[in-house]
């Protein structure tokens, strides 16, 4: 293991102090209502999403591959585990939460984290807009007496005004000449509001009313379940997709904190170190977690650039619901809404609705897709999946269209040469064997591929059948020009003799 020089250790840690502080501060308040959300949602008690966003805040803001990046636990982690939970209890999600930490670690030795580039640009900002829409719509029920039915009384004009003035604060702050830029504008928006309404006695909701908050802090604990091969099965599947939404959902909030930074980020480092920090979190009694795009984009758009950040919104979370508990229950959750509004509004890419003309067709269709799969599946995997499907298969068919095939007789010999260019493959198979004419009287037929290239199994399958339906004819036929690559895959996977296509001479 190499160990970081001064150098790299200042500038991860220590080159934006009070940026990192301030925004630090913002983003601890902002993960208290979501953890406690989240917890709700997996049908845990709140301490065990709050446990969890501490110790992976604090863990990987250490070992993390993403400076400036946030890592809690999430709404996507929290949707695969409620099953698990209401079959099974707490205990073995926790020992879930243990595996899933494993399996990513794993995944990080492999540099499994390279398959990023796989991902599309179209994809990356359908799961940007998807997240928006979706952080804006889990705001509803705080505005929506109808989707709150427990705090219905509770959502009225005193909301909406307050909502209203959170906004304005955000929004408005940052213009006052000196000390706008010097504060981050949402902290200013949660530390005022707060004092409005408690100077008032406004009743509205607030963080206290989302759960109780944990009073003591988190202690090491083994998951106290049998360890067999039951529990295992039991907990091997949940594990495995844990693993995969959370690493999913942080590459892509990775190369989402990349492009608002101008920065690069270590892949496979951030998925060992995802990894690590869900092992923590399992031991010390939370669930399963990843990084948060939302909170990541507060933390970036509140000035933290480094993983001083990160350490600061988990230290200040755990010191703010076990040490100061009754102060942070009386935060108005309008000032929270206001900033997680204020998160989708600049999450959200805009110009993509301004060049939807100009983009090409495949590129609005994979961008939709994604959304669309996202926000009515509340599941970012599924989303990225169908846009990755989608994306390849656009990719195929264009590729394969560059494919063409001419052709010229020589009545001397009677031969017909065919001249083959481009790329055969998959999806180019069915034009490639349609552009021969095998029923065609002739003595031979000469295949030149100088400017061709076999890409799969299919494409030497496809040249087998051709080659046998002009043997069938009684037509000798010759294959030439085939480069290394293709002839090397010929020789693996052809059934026919190789001397029939040029191979042995």
């Excluded at 982690?77 to 707490?90: E, P, R, S």
């Excluded at 928006?189 to 963080?207: E, K, M, Q, S």
């Excluded at 492009?259 to 920090?277: F, P, V």
């Excluded at 996202?374 to 560059?402: C, D, E, M, P, R």
Aim: charged share 15%; hydrophobic share 50%.
């Amino acid at each position: 293991m190499i160990l970081p020089s001064v150098n790299t250790i200042r500038d991860e840690w220590f080159s934006n102090v009070r940026g990192d502080v301030l925004s630090g501060l913002v983003v601890a308040l902002a993960l208290i209502p979501e953890a406690i959300a989240f917890s709700i949602i997996a049908g845990v008690d709140p301490k065990v999403g709050l446990y969890a966003s501490f110790c992976i805040a604090v863990v990987i803001s250490f070992v993390g591959g993403r400076p400036a990046m946030i890592s809690a636990a999430t709404g996507a982690m929290a949707l695969v585990m409620v099953t698990l939970v209401a079959d099974h209890g707490l205990q073995y999600l926790l020992a879930a939460t243990l595996l899933c930490g494993v399996i990513q670690f794993i995944m990080g030795v492999f540099k499994l984290g390279n398959l990023m580039r796989f991902v599309s640009r179209s994809v990356v900002i359908g799961f940007v807009n998807a997240l928006a829409i979706l952080i804006f719509m889990a705001q509803l029920p705080e505005l929506i007496p109808a989707l709150n039915p427990e705090g219905a009384d509770r959502i009225g004009l005193p909301v909406y005004i307050m909502t209203a003035a959170g906004l304005a604060i955000i929004y408005g702050f940052p213009l006052i000449p000196k000390i706008g830029k010097v504060i981050p504008s949402p902290l200013i928006c949660i530390v005022g509001l707060t004092a409005v309404a408690l100077y008032l006695g406004i009743d509205i909701r607030n963080v206290g009313d989302m759960g109780e908050l944990p009073d003591t802090l988190p202690v090491f604990l083994l998951p106290d379940i049998p360890l067999n091969l039951e529990t295992l099965l039991i907990i091997a599947p949940y594990s495995a997709a844990l693993a995969v939404v959370g690493l999913l959902e942080s590459m892509m909030t990775a190369t989402i904190v990349d492009d608002l930074t101008d920065t690069l980020s270590d892949k496979n480092r951030e998925c060992r170190g995802q990894g690590i920090a869900n092992l923590v979190s399992g031991f010390f009694g939370g669930m399963a977690g990843c990084a948060m795009i939302g909170q990541s984009v507060i933390n970036v758009k509140s000035g933290g650039r480094t993983r001083l950040s990160t350490f600061i919104a988990g230290a200040v979370l755990l010191i703010l619901v076990v040490f100061l508990s009754d102060w942070v229950s009386q935060i108005p959750m309008a000032a929270l809404v206001a900033v997680m509004i204020m998160v989708s509004i600049g999450t959200f890419n805009w110009e993509s609705l301004r060049e939807f003309k100009t983009h090409p067709m495949s590129f609005n269709v994979v961008m939709l897709a994604t959304v669309i799969t996202t926000v009515f599946t509340h599941n970012l995997a599924y989303g990225v999946l169908v846009g990755v499907l989608l994306s390849a298969l656009f990719f195929a068919n264009k590729i394969s269209q560059f494919l063409s095939i001419n052709s010229e007789y020589d009545e001397q010999s009677d031969t017909r040469y065919y001249y083959v260019h481009g790329q055969v493959f998959f999806s180019s198979t069915t034009f490639f064997l349609d552009s021969f004419d095998t029923k065609e009287a002739l003595s031979n037929v000469v295949i030149d591929v100088t400017h061709a290239h076999f890409w799969d199994v299919t494409a030497v399958d496809i040249l087998d059948k051709l080659v046998l339906r002009f043997q069938r004819e009684g037509i000798n036929v010759k294959v030439i020009g085939l480069n290394s690559a293709s002839r090397t895959l010929i020789d693996k996977f052809s059934v026919h003799d190789r001397r029939d296509i040029g191979m042995l001479d």
